[in-house]
């Protein structure tokens, strides 16, 4: 079973940053390709980013390209989800998942393994 644990959400106001952390319970992490979603009340959980287990390609949603970056330590078992500019939109709760294989996926249902969520609020 692999385990993904997130953390760094909160509260911050719009145009400010924070830096989401998900750690994988796998010493074979280089083999998952990874990715974040979140889940705004009342609406369906969408796609946010992704990355590939590999060489670490990415794809980003176009509401979030240009603002938030996907990188992974594969040392450390750890995604990150950098977040800039942040807007009240981006309000939601965002899940971090894992997806066997290498090759990135911008689709929910690909992945195999998912984490508890971190809320993230961005007052106005």
Same mark, same amino acid.
């Given at each position: 079973?692999?385990?993904?644990?997130?953390?760094? *959400?909160?509260?911050? =106001? &719009?145009? $400010?940053?924070? #830096?989401?952390?998900? /750690?994988?319970?796998?010493?074979?992490?280089?083999?998952?390709?990874? *990715?974040?979603?979140? =889940? &705004?009340? $009342?609406?369906? #959980?969408?796609?946010? /980013?992704?990355?590939?287990?590999?060489?670490?390609?990415?794809?980003?949603?176009?509401?979030?390209?240009?603002?938030?970056?996907?990188?992974?330590?594969? /040392?450390?078992?750890?995604?990150?989800?950098?977040?800039?500019?942040?807007?009240?939109?981006?309000?939601?709760?965002?899940?971090?998942?894992?997806?066997?294989?290498?090759?990135?996926?911008?689709?929910?249902?690909?992945?195999?393994?998912?984490?508890?969520?971190?809320?993230?609020?961005?007052?106005?």
């Amino acid at each position: 079973q692999v385990q993904l644990i997130e953390s760094g *959400g909160g509260l911050v =106001q &719009a145009g $400010g940053s924070l #830096r989401l952390s998900c /750690a994988v319970s796998r010493r074979t992490f280089i083999n998952y390709a990874m *990715g974040w979603f979140r =889940q &705004a009340p $009342g609406k369906e #959980r969408e796609f946010v /980013a992704t990355i590939s287990g590999n060489l670490g390609t990415t794809s980003y949603a176009d509401s979030v390209k240009g603002r938030f970056t996907i990188s992974r330590d594969n /040392a450390k078992n750890t995604v990150f989800l950098q977040m800039n500019s942040l807007k009240p939109e981006d309000t939601a709760v965002y899940y971090c998942a894992a997806r066997s294989g290498t090759s990135r996926s911008t689709r929910e249902y690909e992945y195999d393994y998912w984490g508890q969520g971190t809320q993230v609020t961005v007052s106005s």
